[in-house]
Nanobody
Framework: QVQLVESGGGLVQAGGSLRLSCAAS???????????MGWYRRAPGKQRELVAT???????NYGDSVKDRFTISRDSAKNTMYLQMNSLKSEDTGIYYC?????????WGQGTQVTVSS
């Protein structure tokens, strides 16, 4: 299983930016051994939804609501995945979770809170 630790959440004004980080460790040779990594979020009273994913080959996908504002990336040297969030809206408020899929194993981080105030 991959251990995932998120960081970078906090309180930000609408229109501002945050960068989330997800550090991977455990039974991995490198982050490139992970087939897919992604970010999901859960807003208060809502189901968890997909924010963005990135494959080992570098292909990315974004949820419709964040496509033109968020950027997912990874740094193999640091075994870390990032989510750059720009032009934040109140609707982006929620707990953001890091996800990794390697073979048959899916791993989740503990989550980091993002609060966007207006």
């Amino acid at each position: 299983q991959v251990q995932l630790v998120e960081s970078g959440g906090g309180l930000v004004q609408a229109g501002g930016s945050l960068r989330l980080s997800c550090a991977a460790s455990g039974n991995i040779f490198s982050i490139n051994s992970i087939n897919v990594m992604g970010w999901y979020r859960r807003a208060p009273g809502k189901q968890r939804e997909l924010v963005a994913t990135i494959t080992s080959g570098g292909s990315t996908n974004y949820g419709d609501s964040v496509k033109d504002r968020f950027t997912i990336s990874r740094d193999s040297a640091k075994n870390t995945m990032y989510l750059q969030m720009n032009s934040l809206k109140s609707e982006d408020t929620g707990i953001y979770y890091c996800n990794a899929v390697r073979g048959p194993i899916t791993s989740w981080g503990q989550g980091t809170q993002v609060t966007v105030s207006s």
